[in-house]
């Protein structure tokens, strides 16, 4: 390739933080490279330009799946969407005749939506075109989302700077966990959020399909399963495979959960017969850990799962399947007096102990099926067989704890982003940390990791905006070298990300205007923006705590409007680090002017609230924000005022969010 700087690991430098200057002018006017997530491999970046006009075309070449087809042919539509242009080409068909081709994409042989497969690409952008070379169409696909990224502007149009781009996936199990079961999810909501995985490298949707609160699909064997466990709201086997097709066709394996013994008061409302305890059974609309629970001792509750995993493991192709396992407290076996009977005759110990039995019996169904049982930790008990896979969430321990005892395992503790943590606090969780205590060998079957999004809290309106872009930090995490960690600079691609998402048809900005103009009841908005964005939901469960939520319980006031990461907190409390640190004028100025805007949002907020009543609850909370903007200003003009009690309520949450610019006044009036 030519290029006076061909620069090696580009990007990862970028982050760890070595200055622009000595990268050279190439990345300052080619700002591209730096907004690469996940951070590729190896980027090598040339100088000059390959200008995007509307003679564009595509070329498919080698010997890929038939995906790869319609694959660039998304990859074109989202190219003339974004740039206006009107490319000539309708569909890239297999073997078209063309005579000057702007992208050439060549694979050796199709891609396998399987565990392990391999998903590398070469990139290269020279002045005269574009080509990807990947050995599958997965890497291809890959790449092609690294070329949509590197779409730049400048006064003559569009192009792609040159450059050179290695690629590889560090871990081959980069997932995302919906919950379908609890809010249930639409499938154009699971389309879009599989092109946002796919956008940012992902390649597993792990589904969540039933639990206390329904039971999500069609079973043609046992009806009333989804028929009095859903609400009507279930997806069809047709829709299934559908999803499982749409997934396919983006290199994205889909396996689905069916949550057992506990976690199963939807299989019971059709189907009481299963349950330790006689029914009748009603689907459950709270939040929590329910008792409910699958009779391991009966013969029928085997028959069924059977049923049901027969008819499941026909429209999954993949060979994992997911069985649950968690949080089964067990105290519907305790009172059940022929379960305690059963567990005696046969020297079951306690309900660890019958959890591994029903587990155990699990296992021969799935081999029958070709299917790998992955559970969550708890299903992690002596005696298990070593070919099961361990999902970890309570800690990374139960991780190191399967990996040493022979078992393959992926972590999700630390990517729950239901949590409604901040995209920095799922960033630096790495599933194999250097200091981890595992061998080479242990250290192999450590797959990857899955972001767990669920749905509690969420709906159809919200859950675009908790899996994004925070998920695009965890898929960073999973894709990209683990030196790559520079909190920073991950908060400022993820704004750039967001709004490459949005053009997926994600809603995770859209939605949040149009959720502020119902709250606000008209179309001016603007005091309820600049209280949303110094707000975060309560986090880790506490919005919960008074137990007042409900499946059908509305799910649109201030905290489902307001994201984990509050973005002008965010920027206030950086600008006043940088203000501490240099003493800037202009710094001051920003700040002050920013004060400001919070110390007068009060009262227009207040007036926006006099016509909606539904705004009301985060009056106080607004007010609050105003004392502490007004003690703020009064400091920096060098007035001493009584600060305690003022910085004590500004951190009470209200109407379940809590102020984020508490810490920053704080430090700003130490001063
Ligand atoms: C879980 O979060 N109960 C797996």
């Known amino acids: 390739m030519k290029g006076k700087r061909l620069l090696k690991t580009v990007a990862v430098a970028l982050v760890m933080g070595v200055s622009y200057i000595s990268l050279g002018s190439v990345l300052e006017s080619e700002p591209a490279f730096s907004n690469l997530i996940p951070v590729p491999r190896e980027v090598l970046v040339g100088e000059g330009r390959f200008r995007i006009d509307d ?92 070329l949509l990224q590197l779409l730049s502007a400048d006064d003559r149009g569009y192009y792609f700077p040159v450059s050179s781009i290695s690629d590889m996936p560090r871990f081959p199990w980069r997932g995302l966990m919906i919950d379908s079961a609890r809010h249930f999810m639409p499938l154009d909501v699971i389309k879009r959020n599989l092109d946002g995985m796919a956008a940012v490298k992902m390649n597993v949707l792990h589904w969540h399909l039933t639990e206390d609160q329904g039971f999500r699909v069609e079973v043609k064997s046992y009806p009333k399963l989804h028929e009095m466990g859903s609400d009507g709201m279930f997806y069809t086997q047709d829709q299934l495979k559908e999803i499982v097709a749409y997934a396919s066709d983006r290199g994205i394996r889909v396996y689905p959960e069916f949550d057992v013994p506990g976690h199963a008061t939807a299989w019971l409302v059709g189907h009481p017969e299963m349950a330790s305890l006689p029914g009748p059974y009603e689907i459950e609309r709270g939040w929590g850990i329910f008792d409910p629970t699958l009779d391991p001792t009966k ?101 190191v704890a399967a990996a040493k005892a022979g078992y393959s395992s992926i972590l999700s503790n630390g990517y729950y982003i239901d949590l409604m943590q901040p995209a920095s606090d799922h960033y630096l969780v790495d599933p194999l940390p250097a200091d981890i205590d595992l061998n080479e ?95 975060e939901p309560l986090k880790i469960y506490r919005r919960n705590s008074d137990l007042s939520y409900r499946s059908y319980s509305p799910y649109t006031l201030l905290p489902d409007v307001a994201v984990a990461d509050a973005k002008d907190a965010r920027r206030f409390g950086a600008l006043v680090d940088q203000y501490l640190e240099m003493g800037g004028a202009e710094d001051k100025a920003a700040i002050r002017a920013q004060l400001e805007e919070w110390s007068e949002n009060h009262t227009a907020l207040s007036q926006l609230a006099a016509r909606s009543p539904a705004l009301r609850e985060a009056l106080p909370l607004s007010e609050a924000l105003r004392d502490l903007a007004e003690l703020a200003l009064s400091s920096l003009d060098g007035e001493a005022t009584e600060s305690a009690a003022i910085l004590e309520r500004a951190r009470e949450p209200v109407a379940k969010v809590e102020l984020q610019v508490v810490d920053a006044v704080e430090r700003l009036l130490a001063k």
Request: without cysteine.
């Open 299 to 399: 013969d029928v509750v085997y028959e069924i799962l059977e049923a049901v995993f027969t008819e499941m493991a026909a429209i999954f192709p993949d060979e994992y399947f997911h069985i649950g396992g968690d949080e089964n407290e067990g105290h519907h076996w305790d009172k059940a007096d022929h379960i305690q009977a059963f567990m005696k005759e046969r020297g079951i110990a306690d309900n660890h102990q019958l959890q591994s039995y029903f587990n155990k019996r699990l296992i021969p169904i799935l081999d029958e099926l070709g299917k790998k049982m992955v559970g969550w930790d708890e299903i992690l008990q002596p005696d298990m067989p070593t070919n099961i896979m361990i999902h970890s969430w309570r800690g990374q321990d139960s991780m």
């Open 441 to 535: 060998d242990q250290r192999s079957r450590v797959y990857g990791g899955e972001a767990t999004m669920w749905s509690e809290h969420v709906t159809v309106e919200t859950i675009d905006s908790r899996i994004w872009p925070r998920t695009a930090a965890i898929a960073e995490r999973l894709w990209s070298d683990q030196s790559v960690d520079d909190v920073e600079d991950m908060y400022r691609r993820l704004d750039t990300i967001a709004l490459q998402l949005e053009e997926l048809g994600l809603t995770h900005l859209k939605n949040r205007a149009m959720m502020m103009r119902r709250l606000a009841g008209g179309y001016e908005t603007e005091p309820l923006r600049v209280l949303a964005d110094v707000v």
């Open 55 to 146: 003679t564009f075309t595509v070329k498919v070449s080698g010997e890929p799946d038939e995906r790869m087809y319609p694959a660039a042919s998304r990859f074109l539509r989202r190219l003339d969407q974004r740039t206006g242009l009107f490319l000539p080409q309708d569909y890239v068909e297999k073997g078209e005749n063309l005579s000057e081709v702007g992208l050439e994409i060549v694979v050796e042989r199709p891609g396998q939506v399987n565990l392990g497969e391999e998903e590398s690409y070469h990139l290269s952008v020279t002045a005269a075109g574009v080509r990807i070379e990947a050995e599958t169409d997965l890497g291809a696909m890959h790449g092609l989302e690294t």
